[in-house]
């Protein structure tokens, strides 16, 4: 088994150095390989994703990885930027399917900002596409607008496209996780005033047919970012498109308190991912070693889940941060008063601890 890992940018390298210390205390023999992305890979290579870190991404079983971006790249021309790396990556790896989960441990109900009855014991999945939608169809850019009341201003402009096999794929993928789960998956899109949406509603409806076990429904986005911090225990599986998953998932990020604390993974059509922090690579504490690493951790236990078939090792990390929120111990994002504060590092070594 040979895992890519891929520190990237700001707090990246401390996270990541977490996530591999837990790794290598499994008592398991996975090879390791790591290089440069992002800003790093700008800064060594001359580009965000250097080729030699997309061949070992490529050749890899899983890539671990940290997170990228920094705010000394904002006047780089924007494909030399180091988010590029993520884009590139996820079109590259063909990893279409990005999976969120947002959990509330009971011992962090206190850090949401929302009231605990109303956050504890939340789990949901966020299951969001990842390669169409008007992130990625074209045409766009900026040119003479064309008609109306601002006829010959300039006007920026993008496409908003899905294909059906891009909508038929992310929406197995929905139901399939719903069976592990509770059972109910809940469509997510803007059917009342984009076309694009109402397809996508009518293709969720035709693949729901090959899951009569799997509850489904449909929400308009607006009213889902409502519900989502109304009664978020209402939902178990929520599958949506590229833009509106990018919004919801962190909104459901906050839910839980830190966003130092969720994983995600991002897989192609064979369950090889990609898997890292939903954050980004938080410039503002980086080098300090505050930064919280059990979204990177629990990112590694899902990699082991999903595309390493571990899931025992998998339970174990799960188990192991759940012990060590028991213990009390806390990185700054999460601390309140009664409880242990602790850095990265002795995060990362509390929770090998909790291991044995
Ligand atoms: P961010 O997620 O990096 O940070 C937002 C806030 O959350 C900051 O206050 C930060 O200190 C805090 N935070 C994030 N992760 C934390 C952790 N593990 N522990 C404790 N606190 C944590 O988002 P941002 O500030 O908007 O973006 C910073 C850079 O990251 C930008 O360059 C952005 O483009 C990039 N970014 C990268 C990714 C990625 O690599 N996947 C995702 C989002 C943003």
Known sequence: MKIAILPGDGIGPEITAQAVKVLDALGEKFETETADVGGAGYAAHGHPLPAHTLAL??????????????????????ALRPEQAILGLRKELGLFANLRPAILYPELAGASTLKPEVVSGLDILI?????GDIYFGKPRGVRECPDGPFKGQREGFDTMRYAEGEIRRIAHVAFQAARKRGKRVTSVDKANVL????????????????????????MYVDNAAMQLVRAPKKFDVVVTGN??????????????????????ASLDANNKGLYEPSHGSAPDIAGQGVANPLATILSAAMMLRF????AEQADRIENAVKSVLAQGLRTPDIYEQGTTRVG?????????????
């Open 57 to 78: 991404a490529k050749e890899a079983d899983a890539v671990l990885f940290g997170a990228v971006g920094d705010f000394k790249y904002d006047n780089l021309e924007r």
């Open 127 to 131: 299951v969001r596409e990842l390669t």
């Open 195 to 218: 076309e694009t949406f109402q397809f996508w509603r009518d293709v969720m409806i035709d693949v729901h047919k090959e899951y009569p076990d799997i509850e489904l429904d449909h």
């Open 243 to 264: 833009m509106f998953g990018d919004i919801l998932s962190d909104a459901a990020a906050m839910l839980t308190g830190s966003i130092g604390m969720l994983p995600s």
């Open 307 to 310: 595309s390493l078939d571990r």
């Open 344 to 356: 990265t590092s002795q995060m990362g070594d509390a929770v090998v601890r909790a291991l044995a």
